[in-house]
Structure formats: C-alpha cells, structure tokens
C-alpha cells in the first residue's frame, strides 16, 4: 500500500495532509508496483539484447504492455512507441510531423490552452518557419469547431493538435468531431491526452486521431515513462527527436527501460478494467465537494464547461480571494493554483486567462484534483476546511 | 537447467538490491517535485539528493547536472543542444553519438585509440565552430580514449568537447573537471542504477538550448516532470558504484584470467585492444571462423548470456563499427564478441563462460578439419 492509499482506512478524519492534486501526478498504483519491481532485480535484461535469454524475458513482457497500451485506445500494439513521458511524446508528435521530409505544408494549428509543451514546441518550430496558428478557445474552454474548419480551409496545414481534456480545468475536448474534421481535410490530428487516458473513453479509430499522447504518472503508473500512439493506416511518418540505436522502429532511439513500460502497461490494464466504475465514483465526489463548497460559499465558480470534463477534477474561482493566501491557509490539504509545471510562476494560468477570467478572478482560482484514493470523507473534510479558510479571508478582506 | 550466467553488464547491468529497494520506496510515495505543496516538496528534495549523489560521482557540481531519459538522449541534447555548426565524432562511438547529423569522423588507431593528430588537422580544417565527441570508455571494446588531450585540442582551436562516458562512469574514476570537458553523458542503467535515468552534465561556460521543451524543469534545460523513482535509484546506484570503485581490481584479475586462460586454449583466437589501457570488466574476442551469431546463441543455450557487440543493434547482426574502424576486416569484426562482468559476476561465471567457449570452439575447429579433409 502506498502512502496514499492507507489514507482511504481513514474514518471521518481522514490523514492529513490530505492529497487533492491529482492532475499534477498520481500515487503509484501498488498493483503497477508489484508488477514491475521483479523486472528491475531478478528480470534485469536489455529487452534489445534478444540474443539471449535475459533480454528475450524482457522483451516478451515490454511487447505484453505495449499490447495493454494499445487496447485502452483502440489502437494495434505496432502503432505504440514508448517515450520518457507526455512531454517528450508531444515535442515527437508535433516537432516530428512537421520536421519531416516530405513534408511541404508547414503549418500547424493548436490552443492557447494546451499545455506549455505543446505550445513550446509549436514556438520552436515557428522559430524553424513553420506557420504556427494560435486559436482561442470559448468563455468555457471548450474549442470553436467552426471557427477550426475555417482556419483549416485557409491553407494546407499539416497538423492540428488539440488535447483531450486540460489540465487546469479539466474540460474534456469534442475529439471525434475535431478528428471527422481534420481527416475530411487530410490533416494530420494530434491530441495530448495525458490527462484524459484512463479516465474517460479514447478510441483512436471511432475519434479518427493519428498522433495521441499518453503519460504514466497521470494514470497511477510511474514517472519517467509515457507513450506515443503514430498511426500506422494511413501511416503517420515522423522525424525522430533523437538519433541513435534506432529502437521503437527508428521512431525513437534509446534503450527502452522495460519496467516503465512494464508498468505503463499495467496501469492502463487496470484503467481499462475499473474507468467506468471509478468515473462514476469521482464524479460523485466531485459533485459532492462543489455542492457542498456552493452551500457553504454561494459566491464560488466553476471554471470550464460543466458538462465536458474530467470526473476528477475541480478549478473553483473565489472572487474577492487570493488563490494563494487560500492556500497559505490550508497547509492540511496539498491543492494547486494551476499546473504544476509553471506553479512557481506569480503570473495568473493562462488558461484561465483564455477564458476571458478577469485577473481578480484567475488570481482566485483554485485547481482541486481527485483520484483513485480519494475517499468521501477526505472531500467533506476539504469542503470544510475551504469554506472556512474562505469565510476567514473574506472577512479579512476590506470591504468595498 | 543450470543458473543462467550473466556476462552482459556493458549492455545493462541488474539493478542492485539497495536501489531496488529505494525505488520502491520512492514508488510508494506521491508527489510531483515542482508542485508547491508538501508533497510536491518532498519530491523535490528526493530530486536533489539524488543530483547531489551523481554530482560525487563524476566530480561535478550539482547545478551542473540535468537528468534525462537516458544516455542516448543526453547524448543527442549535448550535440543538439550546444548548437555548433560542425560535429566531430570519433569512429567508435556510440550510434547515439555517432549518427548525429551530419557528423564527420575521427579516425581511430589498430588499438582502438582516437587519432588526436588527425583531431587537430580536421578542426584546423575549418575555422567553424565545432563540438568534438570523444567517449571516455568505449563500449565494445573497454578501451580507454585520450579524453584530457582530445579536450585540449579542441579548445585549443576554439570547440567544445563533449565526453559520453556511459560506460566509464562507475568503473573507473572520472572527474568532470579534471577531464577538462565541456559536457559529459552518464547512463544509470550502466552502473546498477535502473533504465530510463541519465544525466547530461554541463559546465557552466555551456549555453545549451533545450531540445525537449515544455514546463521549465531541469532549469529550462530539459522539460517534462522528472523520473523521481529513477532518479532516487540513480542517486543511490551513483554512490554505491563511487564506494565500490576500489573493488574493479577484484573484476580485473576475473578479466584477466578469462583473457588468459581463452587465448591459451584457443589457438588462434584475438583479442581486441589488449595493447590499450582498458575498463578492468571487458572483453572483445574474436575467433575467426565462427560468426559472432553462432558463438552468442551457442552460449545462450549453455546458459551463457554476452553480446556481439552493443545491444541496441542487436537484433539485426552487423560486423561492429568499432572494430571495422580499428582496421579489422569484416570476417574479423564478424567473429567477435563482447564479455563485460559487473559486480554481481564471480569466478564460476567466468567458468562457465571459459567450458562453452573452449568447447565451441573446438566443435567448429573439429567440423573445419573435417571439411578439410
């Protein structure tokens, strides 16, 4: 059991501090553990040295999770390469469609919503004289389709890379109607969907998406290890990010680290199994916790569609409220501003800017991520903790 | 079945049982480490313990050192990255290094050596800005490279020295600073630590553009949220193997009388850059006549797991680049194998390595003669 985890054995006081930030990682899985431990001592082999015994063992089983990655998003196993992480899939998806040669259209589409990854590797390869199309998204994040079919009926563009469901306000994305699009045009379709695998339905064939990212540690497996789905029909061809031995049909070199993928692989197994049941959980006890902070704090907002989003996740505005005094004021419960990546940052989310948030209001936003150890005991606990940290503030605030 | 020998740690060494037991460790906790909260921060200063601990090992300062999937791609980031317009590389390195683009080569000698004069006449070739790849150890053959000399010529004439020593580090001393490079590669899973992990390291005089963009981790020099578990099991694995360095002597005497006792039965068997200072754990040999593919899969079936030459092109069978660069020719390269112990190696291995390769080789000697007749 993980640390995590124990806390689920709580009664009504659950361990604090208490984790709510499950956007920014997950705990691993004990279960993913278990399975990939014995591949790090007694299962130690190269899985490219396949001239031996040790390496055939290691190879068999990386081949086994590429199978299990594949199966969560309708995908064949050949059409899996993987990546240190969703980062590296994103700079190779979108870096490595536009870079390679053949390649004549030059422009890529995306949102200024999307992670700093997607979007600094669309500003690299403006810097490189590709056309880089910035579209806005609506007052609910969602995208603008008519506004996507008109960009692409502009000019040949290359790609449009959209992510399934963000990762500060956890709207989930129209990706079968952005796919119909972008196929009905020959554009190439790339979505980041490290946050949305695992948590609600991805088929790559039905969605009609070519390039898909997937991360470990955002789905209970471990740091350090991602995957990218490439499109074998019709083929998706890729210029690698890096040279070398070639691995993962010269797509991406490097010697695969086979309990990673061991573990990725296990990770989205059990995700598979358990996403309906544990969906309608965490919905549950997201609705619960945003009713009773609605209750308890009548003035609070949703931020991002109320429909289309992640059962997991929470981004609550407090007007009149500094997010980051609220969280000064509850060290018991571990939440965020934004996205962990830029959460030194002072600067107010740019994705909440996107949605036209005034700062007073991006200021006072708040990201409440829940998960697989997230118990309803934990969610009453936080709803009472925050409403009273709110009242506090507010009280302290002067009043205009 | 008898137990399985292992005589392939230059392809990937087992990961020892006080990593494995940290990782797990590491695994059983949550935390992203540039979250601000307490768990976030916990992650963080597990982060840096572990760069605090890769940092002893080769002699370098922590700030210096930027964790990475891997060697091949702090490989990639250190000639990407450092943004010279002209790339040396010498004919032995790893492809990581070696396939760079547009890469021009530096000869080697019959010993495996890099040519430093044939360095300076390419760098005064050009007046460009070039970085210079040197590997520290090569992985084939174990042989050790001029790598303080090769430094001084290359900024004698004005380029950057990159050293990939994922196969030194851990075997034998190395010293970032004494070395004189500019940037240097090391592997994790090369020295008991897991796969997945490595570190670029990069003197403070290197402006290096990240090539891997997003959030701002590694300080803007490598983005994506950073493998903590691998990272922890690194940290550990780095200061084991600086603890254990005085034990390589143990491997050398192993090596040597693997060596000995091979050539001694195997008349007519050669062994690839004996005359050149060399890593105490590896051996190159050849015995001509008996491709690399039959020898690896005959020792495979006796329980005996080595290599033709580097894993990753394993799989599809090549006479080495290493060895055709030292001037052997394809039939030669074509015979070798490569037999690199680690700590976990002892003197029945080499046993058992020495029966199934004596009696190979007489078999295939026995069926020549045969044919012969």
Same mark, same amino acid.
């Given at each position: 059991?993980?640390?995590?985890?124990?806390?689920?054995?709580?009664?009504?006081?659950?361990?604090?501090p208490i984790?709510?930030?499950?956007?920014?990682?997950?705990?691993?899985?004990?279960?993913?553990?278990?399975?990939?431990?014995?591949?790090?001592?007694?299962?130690f082999?190269?899985p490219?040295?396949?001239?031996h015994?040790?390496?055939?063992?290691?190879?068999?089983a990386?081949?086994?999770a590429r199978?299990?990655?594949?199966?969560?998003?309708?995908?064949?196993e050949?059409?899996i390469?993987?990546?240190?992480?969703?980062?590296?899939?994103?700079?190779?998806?979108?870096?490595?469609?536009?870079?390679?040669?053949?390649?004549?259209?030059?422009?890529v589409?995306?949102?200024?919503?999307?992670?700093?990854?997607?979007?600094?590797?669309a500003r690299?390869?403006?810097?490189e004289?590709?056309?880089?199309?910035?579209?806005?998204?609506?007052?609910?994040?969602?995208?603008?389709?008519?506004?996507?079919?008109r960009?692409?009926?502009?000019?040949?563009?290359?790609?449009?890379?959209?992510?399934?469901?963000?990762?500060e306000?956890?709207?989930?994305?129209?990706?079968?109607?952005i796919?119909?699009?972008?196929?009905?045009?020959?554009?190439?379709?790339h979505s980041?969907?490290?946050?949305?695998?695992?948590?609600?339905?991805?088929?790559?064939?039905?969605?009609?998406?070519?390039?898909?990212?997937?991360?470990?540690?955002?789905?209970?497996?471990?740091?350090?290890?991602?995957?990218?789905?490439?499109?074998?029909?019709?083929?998706?061809?890729?210029e690698?990010?890096?040279?070398?031995?070639?691995?993962?049909?010269g797509?991406?070199?490097?010697?695969?680290a086979a309990?990673?993928?061991?573990?990725?692989g296990?990770?989205?197994?059990?995700?598979?199994?358990?996403?309906?049941?544990?969906a309608?959980?965490?919905?549950?006890?997201?609705?619960?916790?945003?009713?009773?902070?609605?209750?308890?704090?009548?003035?609070?907002?949703?931020?991002?569609d109320?429909e289309?989003?992640?059962?997991?996740?929470?981004?609550?505005?407090?007007?009149?409220?500094?997010?980051?005094?609220?969280l000064?004021?509850?060290?018991?419960?571990?939440?965020?501003l934004?996205?962990?990546?830029?959460?030194?940052?002072?600067?107010?989310?740019?994705?909440?800017?996107?949605?036209?948030?005034p700062d007073?209001l991006?200021?006072?936003?708040?990201?409440?991520?829940?998960?697989?150890y997230?118990?309803?005991?934990?969610v009453?606990?936080?709803?009472?903790?925050?409403?009273?940290?709110?009242?506090?503030?507010?009280g302290?605030?002067?009043?205009? | 079945?008898?137990?399985?020998v292992?005589?392939?740690?230059?392809?990937?060494?087992?990961?020892r049982?006080?990593?494995?037991?940290?990782?797990?460790?590491?695994?059983?906790?949550?935390?992203?480490? &540039? @979250?601000?909260?307490?768990?976030?921060?916990?992650?963080?200063a597990?982060?840096?313990?572990?760069?605090?601990?890769?940092?002893?090992l080769v002699?370098?300062?922590?700030?210096?050192?930027v964790?990475? @999937? =891997?060697?091949?791609?702090?490989?990639?980031?250190?000639?990407?990255?450092?943004?010279?317009?002209?790339?040396?590389?010498?004919?032995?390195?790893?492809?990581?290094?070696?396939?760079a683009?547009?890469?021009?080569?530096?000869?080697?000698?019959?010993?495996?050596?890099v040519?430093?004069?044939?360095?300076?006449?390419?760098?005064v070739?050009r007046?460009e800005?070039a &970085?210079?790849?040197?590997?520290?150890?090569?992985?084939?053959?174990?042989?050790?490279?001029?790598?303080?000399?090769?430094?001084?010529i290359a900024?004698?004439?004005g380029a950057?020295?990159?050293?990939?020593a994922?196969?030194?580090a851990?075997?034998?001393?190395?010293?970032?600073?004494?070395?004189?490079?500019?940037?240097m590669?090391? &592997?994790?899973?090369?020295?008991?630590?897991?796969?997945?992990? =490595?570190?670029?390291?990069?003197?403070?005089h290197?402006?290096?553009?990240?090539?891997q963009?997003?959030?701002?981790?590694?300080?803007?020099?490598?983005?994506?949220t950073?493998?903590l578990?691998?990272?922890?099991?690194?940290g550990?694995?780095?200061e084991?193997a600086?603890?254990e360095l005085?034990?390589?002597?143990?491997?050398a005497d192993?090596r040597?009388?693997?060596?000995r006792?091979a050539?001694?039965a195997?008349?007519?068997?050669?062994?690839?850059?004996?005359?050149?200072?060399?890593?105490a754990?590896?051996?190159?040999?050849?015995?001509?006549?008996?491709?690399?593919?039959v020898?690896?899969?005959?020792?495979?079936?006796?329980?005996v797991?080595?290599?033709?030459?580097?894993?990753c092109? &394993?799989?599809?069978v090549?006479?080495?680049?290493?060895?055709?660069?030292?001037?052997?020719?394809?039939?030669?390269a074509?015979?070798?194998?490569?037999?690199s112990?680690?700590?976990? @190696?002892t003197?029945?291995?080499?046993?058992?390595?020495l029966?199934?390769?004596?009696?190979?080789?007489?078999?295939?000697?026995a069926?020549?003669?045969?044919?012969?007749?």
């Amino acid at each position: 059991m993980n640390d995590v985890a124990r806390q689920t054995n709580g009664r009504n006081q659950p361990k604090l501090p208490i984790y709510l930030d499950y956007q920014a990682t997950t705990p691993t899985d004990p279960r993913v553990v278990a399975v990939m431990l014995p591949y790090f001592t007694e299962k130690f082999g190269n899985p490219h040295s396949t001239s031996h015994s040790h390496g055939k063992e290691a190879a068999a089983a990386v081949e086994a999770a590429r199978h299990q990655v594949a199966r969560l998003i309708g995908a064949d196993e050949r059409e899996i390469v993987f990546t240190s992480g969703a980062t590296e899939s994103n700079n190779l998806a979108i870096k490595g469609a536009l870079r390679f040669k053949g390649e004549s259209r030059r422009r890529v589409v995306t949102y200024v919503t999307e992670h700093k990854c997607v979007l600094e590797s669309a500003r690299r390869l403006g810097e490189e004289g590709v056309e880089v199309v910035l579209l806005p998204v609506r007052a609910d994040g969602l995208i603008d389709l008519d506004l996507l079919a008109r960009t692409l009926d502009e000019r040949p563009t290359t790609l449009v890379s959209v992510m399934a469901a963000n990762n500060e306000i956890g709207v989930v994305q129209p990706l079968a109607e952005i796919g119909a699009l972008c196929r009905a045009r020959g554009v190439l379709f790339h979505s980041d969907a490290a946050q949305a695998v695992g948590k609600v339905p991805i088929d790559v064939e039905a969605m009609k998406i070519d390039l898909l990212s997937i991360s470990g540690h955002k789905i209970y497996g471990p740091k350090g290890i991602g995957a990218l789905y490439v499109r074998r029909r019709p083929r998706v061809r890729l210029e690698p990010l890096f040279d070398g031995g070639a691995q993962e049909r010269g797509i991406r070199s490097g010697t695969l680290a086979a309990p990673l993928c061991i573990a990725l692989g296990e990770a989205c197994a059990i995700a598979g199994a358990e996403m309906a049941a544990e969906a309608a959980r965490l919905g549950q006890l997201r609705d619960r916790l945003y009713r009773g902070l609605k209750a308890a704090v009548p003035e609070v907002v949703l931020n991002g569609d109320p429909e289309h989003r992640l059962p997991g996740n929470l981004n609550i505005g407090f007007p009149g409220i500094d997010g980051q005094a609220l969280l000064d004021e509850l060290p018991e419960l571990s939440l965020s501003l934004g996205s962990a990546c830029t959460s030194a940052a002072v600067e107010p989310s740019y994705v909440l800017k996107a949605l036209g948030l005034p700062d007073a209001l991006a200021n006072g936003s708040i990201r409440i991520g829940l998960g697989r150890y997230t118990s309803e005991a934990e969610v009453d606990f936080a709803v009472d903790r925050l409403a009273s940290a709110a009242r506090r503030l507010r009280g302290a605030a002067p009043s205009a | 079945m008898r137990r399985p020998v292992y005589l392939d740690y230059n392809a990937t060494a087992p990961v020892r049982p006080e990593v494995a037991s940290v990782m797990a460790e590491a695994l059983a906790t949550v935390g992203n480490p &540039s @979250s601000v909260h307490g768990f976030g921060r916990a992650a963080r200063a597990q982060l840096e313990t572990a760069r605090e601990r890769v940092a002893a090992l080769v002699g370098a300062r922590p700030a210096q050192v930027v964790f990475t @999937s =891997g060697g091949t791609e702090a490989n990639n980031l250190a000639l990407a990255g450092a943004g010279r317009g002209r790339v040396l590389v010498s004919g032995i390195e790893h492809d990581s290094v070696l396939k760079a683009t547009a890469a021009e080569t530096i000869p080697v000698d019959r010993h495996g050596v890099v040519d430093l004069a044939a360095l300076d006449r390419l760098l005064v070739t050009r007046p460009e800005p070039a &970085s210079v790849a040197v590997m520290l150890a090569n992985n084939e053959t174990g042989v050790l490279q001029p790598v303080v000399e090769a430094a001084r010529i290359a900024h004698d004439r004005g380029a950057l020295l990159h050293c990939d020593a994922v196969q030194a580090a851990g075997k034998i001393a190395v010293d970032f600073k004494a070395l004189g490079v500019d940037l240097m590669t090391v &592997s994790a899973h090369k020295l008991g630590g897991p796969a997945g992990v =490595g570190a670029l390291i990069v003197a403070d005089h290197v402006h290096l553009s990240a090539q891997q963009r997003g959030g701002g981790q590694e300080r803007g020099r490598r983005a994506g949220t950073e493998n903590l578990a691998g990272i922890v099991g690194f940290g550990v694995a780095a200061e084991i193997a600086a603890g254990e360095l005085g034990a390589m002597a143990r491997l050398a005497d192993l090596r040597d009388d693997l060596e000995r006792l091979a050539l001694a039965a195997v008349p007519g068997a050669l062994l690839f850059g004996r005359d050149a200072p060399r890593l105490a754990n590896t051996s190159c040999l050849a015995l001509p006549g008996v491709s690399s593919e039959v020898q690896v899969m005959a020792l495979d079936l006796a329980g005996v797991a080595v290599s033709a030459g580097s894993a990753c092109s &394993s799989g599809k069978v090549q006479a080495s680049h290493v060895l055709r660069a030292m001037g052997a020719d394809a039939a030669t390269a074509g015979s070798a194998i490569r037999i690199s112990l680690g700590w976990g @190696s002892t003197a029945e291995d080499v046993g058992r390595f020495l029966e199934a390769w004596c009696a190979l080789a007489a078999r295939s000697r026995a069926v020549g003669s045969l044919t012969a007749a």
